[in-house]
């Protein structure tokens, strides 16, 4: 077993990584109550679960055939930066369109704050 | 070794894939679709990815970026219109 073999099964073990954590933030996204806990399931794990697939086809193309490709870092770094911000912009949306929380919800401390505003501007 | 490895993951990945498919076709409001469908698209992307190793070949690199990009556009003009009603904003007339 050489260096070559290792660093190959290592990239492809950070896809199967990957893989189980796609399944496991969709998990997240059937089990979970509101559009806002499920938000948080289906942006942070799905994000990591992209990011340790292309890392590892990364790897695996780097090893086997020595092409570095440009084309997908820019997609790792590409979906770094804009999956977050998909899912603020559509919580956010979700907010606005006045979405219920879910029953076991403590406090919602927006709420307030919009109110305070909406207040202090009729005034 | 590889190859079962590659295919375990693919298999995983199309499972992720009908959970979220599931959710889109109960989910309760349209958020929840919206988020879901932006999951399908993120997991499409890796899926790929594997594809392009087990296949080996590179030539599929340009669709990871691709799907990528329409992806994102996709989820912000469904936000933008769940917020406001309306995607492209016109001019104000002064």
């Known amino acids: ?123 | 070794m590889i190859n079962i490895m590659l295919s375990a993951a693919l298999v995983l990945f199309g499972v992720a894939i009908l959970i979220s498919l599931y959710r889109i076709i109960i989910g309760p409001s349209l958020p929840d679709r919206v988020i879901a469908l932006d999951m399908i698209g993120v997991h499409l992307v890796s899926a790929i990815a594997i594809i392009s190793v087990l296949f080996h070949t590179t030539a599929f690199l340009e669709v990871i970026l691709i799907l990528a990009i329409l992806s994102f556009i996709s989820t912000i003009a469904f936000s933008k219109y769940i917020e406001r009603g309306v995607i492209i904003e016109r001019k104000h007339d002064s």
């Open chain 1, 1 to 123: 077993m050489n260096v070559s073999t290792i660093a190959e099964f290592i990239a492809v073990l950070f896809m199967l990584i990957g893989a189980i954590m796609a399944v496991i933030s969709a998990i997240g996204i059937i089990r979970f109550p509101d559009i806002y806990t499920r938000s948080h399931a289906g942006t942070k794990s799905s994000t990591l679960a992209v990011l340790l697939t292309l890392l590892g086809a990364f790897l695996y193309f780097v090893t086997t055939i020595g092409f570095v490709s440009v084309r997908l870092l820019l997609g790792i770094i590409f979906v770094f930066i804009t999956s977050p911000v998909a899912g603020h912009l559509i919580t956010r949306a979700a907010y606005r369109a006045k979405v219920k929380l879910a029953d076991t919800t403590i406090e919602d401390e927006l709420a307030d704050v919009l109110n305070e505003k909406e207040r202090s501007e009729g005034k």
